[in-house]
């Protein structure tokens, strides 16, 4: 059992940076694997990154490789997304997620969910 608490969007211009936090409670924060999906309005929710629970292993989507970094420190229970060269098509809601199972792209692996954090990029 994980509480998330999503945190760091904000207003940035295209070509702009910027980094969200997820806070999560309980002991055994190590032992899940973590994700970012996203979800703009009128469009489904997408995958955008996941993190195994050590760390060891990071996946991204296509629209982001290269661009967006998944990192997690288990000593403060927190997962970072480190967003550069934003677009405007990054614009969206950004809900981090927790898995007790394997990490992956298929959103159903995932059991608990943050409340989301709006992100606008503006071109």
């Known amino acids: 059992q994980v509480q998330l608490v999503d945190s760091g969007g904000g207003l940035v211009q295209a070509g702009g940076s910027l980094r969200l936090s997820c806070a999560a409670s309980?002991?055994?924060?190590?032992?899940?694997?973590m994700a970012w999906f996203r979800q703009a309005p009128g469009k489904e929710r997408e995958f955008v990154a996941a993190?195994?629970?050590?760390?060891?292993?990071?996946h991204y989507a296509d629209a982001v490789k290269g661009r967006f970094t998944i990192s997690r420190d288990n000593a403060k229970n927190t997962v970072y997304l480190q967003m550069n060269i934003l677009k405007p098509e990054d614009t969206a809601v950004y809900y981090c997620?927790?898995?007790?199972?394997?990490?992956?792209?298929?959103?159903?692996?995932?059991?608990?969910w943050g409340q989301g954090t709006q992100v606008t990029v503006s071109s």
């Open positions: 997620a927790a898995s007790p199972y394997s990490s992956g792209s298929n959103g159903d692996l995932y059991r608990y």
């Open positions: 309980g002991r055994t924060f190590s032992t899940y694997g």
């Open positions: 993190i195994t629970g050590s760390g060891g292993s990071t």
